[in-house]
């Protein structure tokens, strides 16, 4: 199986920093990952696809990259409503998909 | 617009059973790959389950095999599954979310819980 591993598990920033969290998975997985936003008791909502493919009506301050093993997730200018759990998702081993951790985000 | 709403939650005793619906609207349903998705109390996202268009492809998370059951019923757009030999570790919120491995779209889900 395909472990993916998010850091950090949490973090703590102000409005209007950068905040980026990374996803690491265990094997190459080319660019099939995909990174969610959870609010609490809301279930998750897709803000990137294939990587670096921003969905259709998310906010441009979200953005991704990376391929193989290692993937960036990044929010240029932290917002009071992006406060959320954050994770990514690989889908190269089909059928089986996994997710990250999370990263909880948080305002300082 | 497209709507999924998950039904079926509620306590059960281990080793009970329980039946999740998810009632699918405003898209061709027969059209797409269904995915359960689970997340236990304070806990990240795990796959649980998926089903292809027609049925005949299905596939489940190795901690389900042999006690879960995903089907569909495309003539009533609903998702279900069914939950046999339930254990402690099964407690969290289920999700049905359409897609095989890009999920646009979730239901809210439905809380199981799995306690004496």
């Known amino acids: 199986d395909i472990q993916m591993t998010q850091s950090p598990s949490s973090l703590s920033a102000s409005v209007g920093d950068r905040v980026t969290i990374t996803c690491q998975a265990s094997?190459?997985?080319?660019?099939?990952l995909n990174w969610y936003q959870q609010k609490p008791g809301k279930a998750p909502k897709l803000l990137i696809y294939?990587?670096?493919n921003l969905e259709t009506g998310v906010p441009s301050r979200f953005s991704g990259s990376g391929s193989g093993t290692d993937f960036t997730f990044t929010i240029s200018s932290l917002q009071p409503e992006d406060i959320a759990t954050y994770y990514c998702?690989?889908?190269?081993?089909?059928?089986?998909?996994?997710f990250g951790g999370g990263t909880k985000v948080e305002i300082k | 617009e497209v709507h999924l709403v998950e039904s079926g939650g509620g306590l059960v005793q281990p080793g009970g059973s329980l039946r999740l619906s998810c009632a699918a609207s405003?898209?061709?349903?027969?059209?797409?790959?269904m995915t359960w998705v689970r997340q236990a109390p304070g806990k990240g996202l795990e796959w649980v389950a998926n089903?292809?268009?027609?049925?005949?492809?299905?596939y489940y998370v190795d901690s389900v095999k042999g006690r879960f059951t995903i089907s569909r019923d495309n003539a009533k757009t609903s998702l279900f599954l069914q939950m046999h030999i339930l254990r402690a570790e099964d407690t969290a919120v289920y999700y049905c979310?359409?897609?095989?491995?890009?999920?646009?779209?979730w239901g809210q889900g439905a809380l199981v819980t799995v306690s004496s």
């Open positions: 294939d990587a670096s």
């Open positions: 979310a359409r897609g095989r491995w890009l999920f646009e779209y």
């Open positions: 405003g898209f061709t349903f027969s059209n797409y790959w």
């Open positions: 094997q190459d997985i080319g660019n099939y």
């Open positions: 089903i292809e268009q027609d049925g005949n492809e299905i």
């Open positions: 998702q690989q889908y190269d081993n089909l059928p089986q998909l996994t």
